[in-house]
């Protein structure tokens, strides 16, 4: 498998964590891109132009980390990082979609900062803003859900808060959302997060 990439994508992280707390490495040539450049090779095999993007052996190509780590999940022995049914499926799921929530904001807030001034929207920065606030908000009082096992849902939001050291480090989440900022200090030692933290 090849998995197209870029050491400052946090979706990007999202399946290198994946690939890691599976044992997948030996299996996944990392291919580093910037999908900001353009590279004509990226846009052949996702038309959409981001990362991640992963080439199968057979050929076939997967896009969006949620895909990504749907499959690999399925592709190793080792325990699941998504529960095959019940009420615990869902909530993985919807942590899940809370840490690309999350996340989604961020990079959107990000893209806009790198517009000149005069045309960036206070608009959006601040509706944003708000949607991270709310979204940590709802983490804080759930974090005990997050203490178990490692699962997608973990790995999702661990990015999505390594993220936001990352690139909106002015935003001090940790002050006013205490207890996620105890269960991050901890999930960010793991191997698989620290083997991947962001990098220029
Ligand atoms: N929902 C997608 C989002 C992927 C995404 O937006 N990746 C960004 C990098 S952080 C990208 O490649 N952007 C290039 C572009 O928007 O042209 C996923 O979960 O994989």
């Known amino acids: 498998m090849r998995l197209y990439y870029s050491q400052t994508s946090p979706y990007a992280r999202k399946i290198r964590v994946v690939i890691a707390e ?12 910037n999908p900001f450049e353009n590279p004509e090779s990226l846009r052949k095999i996702n038309p959409l132009g981001k990362v991640p993007a992963l080439i199968l ?16 999940d399925a592709r190793s022995p080792r325990p699941a990082l998504i529960p095959p ?3 615990k499926r869902w909530a993985v799921l919807r942590q899940q979609a809370l840490g690309d929530g999350i996340t989604d904001a961020a990079v959107a807030m990000v893209m806009e900062t790198r517009r000149p001034a005069a045309q960036q929207s206070t608009h959006w920065k601040t509706r944003w803003q708000s949607a991270i606030e709310r979204a940590l908000g709802v983490l804080e009082t759930e974090i005990s859900d997050l203490q178990r096992d490692s699962h997608l849902g973990q790995i999702s939001i661990g990015c999505a808060l390594g993220y936001l050291d990352f690139r909106l480090s002015d935003f001090d989440w940790r002050k006013s959302h205490p207890k996620t900022a105890l269960w991050y200090a901890d999930f960010a030692q793991r191997p698989s997060m620290r083997a991947t933290a962001h990098e220029e």
Request: with cysteine.
């Open 22 to 33: 599976k044992g997948l490495e030996d299996q996944v040539d990392l291919n580093l891109c």
């Open 57 to 72: 052996p057979e050929g076939t190509v997967l896009y969006d980390s949620r895909v990504i780590a749907d499959y690999l």
């Open 85 to 87: 049914n019940g009420a």
